[in-house]
Protein backbone atom coordinates (compact mmCIF):
# COMPACT_ATOMS: atom_id res chain seq x y z
CA UNK A 1 0.00 0.00 0.00
CA UNK A 2 2.61 2.23 0.60
CA UNK A 3 4.27 1.54 -2.62
CA UNK A 4 1.64 2.33 -4.29
CA UNK A 5 0.85 5.77 -2.88
CA UNK A 6 4.54 6.74 -3.63
CA UNK A 7 4.14 5.79 -7.04
CA UNK A 8 1.01 7.98 -7.14
CA UNK A 9 2.70 11.04 -5.57
CA UNK A 10 5.53 10.67 -7.78
CA UNK A 11 3.06 10.34 -11.01
CA UNK A 12 1.46 12.74 -10.13
CA UNK A 13 4.83 15.70 -8.85
CA UNK A 14 6.57 14.61 -12.28
CA UNK A 15 3.02 15.27 -14.44
CA UNK A 16 2.65 19.00 -12.28
CA UNK A 17 6.17 19.78 -12.44
CA UNK A 18 6.29 19.15 -16.21
CA UNK A 19 3.59 21.04 -16.81
CA UNK A 20 4.05 24.59 -17.94
CA UNK A 21 1.60 27.48 -18.60
CA UNK A 22 1.30 29.15 -21.89
CA UNK A 23 2.55 32.55 -20.51
CA UNK A 24 5.93 30.92 -18.85
CA UNK A 25 8.72 31.48 -20.47
CA UNK A 26 11.27 28.77 -21.41
CA UNK A 27 13.93 27.37 -18.23
CA UNK A 28 17.17 28.20 -20.10
CA UNK A 29 19.95 26.09 -19.08
CA UNK A 30 22.98 27.06 -16.98
CA UNK A 31 24.95 24.52 -18.22
CA UNK A 32 27.71 25.80 -20.28
CA UNK A 33 29.08 23.70 -23.54
CA UNK A 34 33.08 22.78 -23.34
CA UNK A 35 34.64 24.51 -26.28
CA UNK A 36 37.15 21.70 -28.15
CA UNK A 37 40.67 23.15 -27.93
CA UNK A 38 42.23 24.87 -31.03
CA UNK A 39 44.86 22.16 -31.14
CA UNK A 40 42.83 19.09 -31.93
CA UNK A 41 44.77 16.54 -33.38
CA UNK A 42 46.57 13.22 -33.59
CA UNK A 43 50.34 13.70 -32.50
CA UNK A 44 53.83 12.37 -30.94
CA UNK A 45 55.65 14.08 -28.84
CA UNK A 46 59.74 14.77 -28.87
CA UNK A 47 59.81 11.32 -26.71
CA UNK A 48 57.62 9.14 -28.73
CA UNK A 49 54.81 9.26 -27.15
CA UNK A 50 51.37 8.98 -28.71
CA UNK A 51 48.84 12.56 -27.67
CA UNK A 52 45.75 12.15 -29.05
CA UNK A 53 44.08 15.67 -28.38
CA UNK A 54 39.76 15.52 -29.19
CA UNK A 55 37.13 17.67 -28.67
CA UNK A 56 36.51 16.32 -24.54
CA UNK A 57 39.35 14.18 -23.83
CA UNK A 58 43.45 14.46 -23.83
CA UNK A 59 44.77 10.70 -24.36
CA UNK A 60 48.34 9.98 -23.73
CA UNK A 61 49.85 7.08 -24.46
CA UNK A 62 49.21 4.13 -26.43
CA UNK A 63 48.44 1.90 -23.95
CA UNK A 64 45.49 -0.02 -23.69
CA UNK A 65 43.71 2.26 -22.05
CA UNK A 66 45.99 5.05 -22.66
CA UNK A 67 46.15 8.15 -20.17
CA UNK A 68 43.14 9.86 -19.76
CA UNK A 69 42.33 13.58 -19.04
CA UNK A 70 38.79 14.70 -19.85
CA UNK A 71 38.06 18.69 -19.60
CA UNK A 72 36.31 19.94 -17.60
CA UNK A 73 36.97 23.59 -18.83
CA UNK A 74 38.83 24.55 -22.15
CA UNK A 75 40.31 28.25 -21.99
CA UNK A 76 41.56 28.79 -25.69
CA UNK A 77 42.84 32.02 -25.36
CA UNK A 78 44.84 31.26 -22.58
CA UNK A 79 45.85 28.37 -24.07
CA UNK A 80 44.66 26.13 -20.73
CA UNK A 81 42.95 22.78 -20.31
CA UNK A 82 41.72 21.78 -16.85
CA UNK A 83 40.75 18.10 -16.86
CA UNK A 84 40.44 14.89 -14.57
CA UNK A 85 42.27 12.62 -14.60
CA UNK A 86 41.21 8.57 -15.56
CA UNK A 87 44.30 6.47 -15.10
CA UNK A 88 45.62 4.39 -12.87
CA UNK A 89 49.93 3.54 -13.50
CA UNK A 90 49.68 0.47 -11.01
CA UNK A 91 51.17 0.63 -7.36
CA UNK A 92 50.33 3.36 -5.47
CA UNK A 93 50.53 5.87 -8.65
CA UNK A 94 46.05 6.04 -8.95
CA UNK A 95 45.17 9.43 -10.54
CA UNK A 96 41.99 8.80 -11.40
CA UNK A 97 39.70 11.70 -10.09
CA UNK A 98 42.27 13.89 -10.02
CA UNK A 99 42.75 17.14 -11.84
CA UNK A 100 45.52 18.33 -14.23
CA UNK A 101 46.24 21.45 -16.04
CA UNK A 102 47.86 21.95 -19.26
CA UNK A 103 49.23 24.64 -21.20
CA UNK A 104 50.37 24.83 -24.86
CA UNK A 105 52.37 27.78 -26.75
CA UNK A 106 53.72 27.92 -30.20
CA UNK A 107 57.19 28.71 -30.51
CA UNK A 108 59.34 29.14 -32.90
CA UNK A 109 57.22 27.76 -35.87
CA UNK A 110 56.35 24.36 -33.34
CA UNK A 111 53.80 23.52 -31.05
CA UNK A 112 54.42 22.74 -27.27
CA UNK A 113 52.46 21.79 -23.82
CA UNK A 114 53.25 21.33 -20.44
CA UNK A 115 51.27 19.54 -18.12
CA UNK A 116 51.99 21.65 -15.09
CA UNK A 117 49.71 20.12 -13.00
CA UNK A 118 48.74 16.58 -12.79
CA UNK A 119 48.19 15.27 -9.22
CA UNK A 120 45.26 18.64 -7.81
CA UNK A 121 42.63 17.38 -5.38
CA UNK A 122 40.38 19.33 -6.76
CA UNK A 123 39.20 21.22 -10.17
CA UNK A 124 39.74 24.70 -8.60
CA UNK A 125 43.45 23.99 -6.95
CA UNK A 126 44.23 22.65 -11.07
CA UNK A 127 42.45 25.83 -12.09
CA UNK A 128 44.59 28.37 -9.48
CA UNK A 129 47.76 27.14 -9.87
CA UNK A 130 49.57 29.42 -12.53
CA UNK A 131 50.16 28.73 -15.54
CA UNK A 132 53.43 27.31 -17.43
CA UNK A 133 56.06 30.01 -18.33
CA UNK A 134 55.51 30.19 -22.57
CA UNK A 135 59.03 32.35 -22.87
CA UNK A 136 61.38 29.62 -24.10
CA UNK A 137 59.19 26.43 -24.07
CA UNK A 138 61.72 24.43 -25.45
CA UNK A 139 64.14 24.70 -22.50
CA UNK A 140 62.52 25.74 -19.80
CA UNK A 141 59.23 27.01 -17.83
CA UNK A 142 56.98 23.64 -17.14
CA UNK A 143 58.29 23.50 -13.78
CA UNK A 144 61.94 22.94 -13.67
CA UNK A 145 61.87 21.20 -17.34
CA UNK A 146 61.29 22.27 -20.81
CA UNK A 147 57.65 21.45 -22.45
CA UNK A 148 56.92 18.99 -24.35
CA UNK A 149 56.87 19.25 -28.01
CA UNK A 150 54.02 18.26 -30.38
CA UNK A 151 54.54 17.06 -33.51
CA UNK A 152 51.70 16.16 -35.86
CA UNK A 153 51.48 12.66 -37.14
Not at 37 to 63: A, C, H, R
Request: glycine letters at 6%; charged letters at 15%.
Amino acid sequence: MKRLLFVTITTISLFLLGCTSVTEKPVTSIVTEIPAPSIVGSYVDNFEQKQLINDTQWLIGSGTPPLTFTYTSVDNESQVIIAENTFNEGEGFNYTGKFSQFNWTEFDSALWYCQIVFDAETEQEAANHPPADPSNPSEEGCASFAWSQLIPE
